[in-house]
């Protein structure tokens, strides 16, 4: 049982580039999230899902896109980096609800520069 | 919306002592409280967490103390060890749906020395 699994670890990109984070989770939870933490932030959300074919807006959604074709898969797209996206960000899935009993994967960390 | 703050951004204490946590928030109306705990170069695990009709909750070395009155909650840790060195996240929501967020504190620093 892997739990929420997240690709790649780390990314380096240019300004202007786009990019897809993978998030996979194998405990067929309904809830999945993004969030990005920044130093002396906490974690900010980015975008939901509340089931397959169901996405919404979190807290600081511009600049990213999200889809959810499966139950397994919560994809964040950056649609043209920015330096101010670099941050770490983290997938989470959870089966009781956005804020309860939260699974984290271990992150990826992303540079624009 | 929802204010979530942690006081000391640090907290250094040595072995076998105890450790508190504090957090505080904006919103009354708030009933849901996790703390998260995030090692090095890992994602944030939930480690215990409480609900407004509740004051106390414990899990072993944990527990969690909620003042809805004041609006502040707070994590202890007995007998501390180094492997509860991490960053602890505390965070908040309102609401009964599922599609309640939470809003997460800053992070504090807990260092256990040996």
């Known amino acids: 049982n892997a739990g929420v699994t997240q690709t790649p670890k780390f990314q380096v990109l240019k300004t202007g580039q786009s990019m897809t984070l993978q998030c996979a989770q194998d405990?067929?939870?309904?809830?999945m999230s993004w969030y990005r933490q920044d130093p002396g932030m906490g974690l900010r959300l980015i975008h939901y899902s509340v089931g397959a074919g169901i996405t919404d807006q979190g807290e600081v959604p511009n600049g990213y896109n999200v889809s959810r074709s499966t139950t397994e898969d919560f994809p964040l797209r950056l649609l043209s980096a920015a330096p101010s996206q670099t941050s770490v960000y983290f997938c989470?899935?959870?089966?009781?609800?956005?804020?309860?009993?939260?699974?984290f994967g271990s992150g990826t960390q992303l540079s624009v520069l | 919306g929802e204010n979530v703050e942690q006081h000391p951004s640090t907290l250094s204490v040595q072995e076998g002592d105890s450790a508190v946590i504090k957090c505080t928030y904006s919103d009354s109306a708030s009933n849901y409280f996790p703390w998260y705990k995030q090692e090095l170069g890992k994602g944030p695990q939930l480690i215990i967490d409480?609900?407004?009709?509740?004051g106390e909750k414990k899990d072993q070395r944990i527990a969690v103390t909620l003042n809805k009155t004041a609006k502040h909650f707070s994590l202890h840790i007995t007998e501390t060890q180094p492997e509860d060195s991490a960053v602890y996240f505390c965070?908040?929501?309102?609401?009964?749906?599922?599609?309640?967020?939470?809003?997460f504190g800053k992070g504090i620093t807990l260092s256990v020395r040996p």
């Open positions: 405990m067929n939870h309904e809830y």
């Open positions: 989470a899935s959870s089966d009781r609800g956005l804020n309860e009993k939260l699974f």
């Open positions: 409480i609900r407004s009709n509740v």
């Open positions: 965070a908040a929501s309102k609401g009964t749906g599922a599609n309640s967020k939470l809003t």
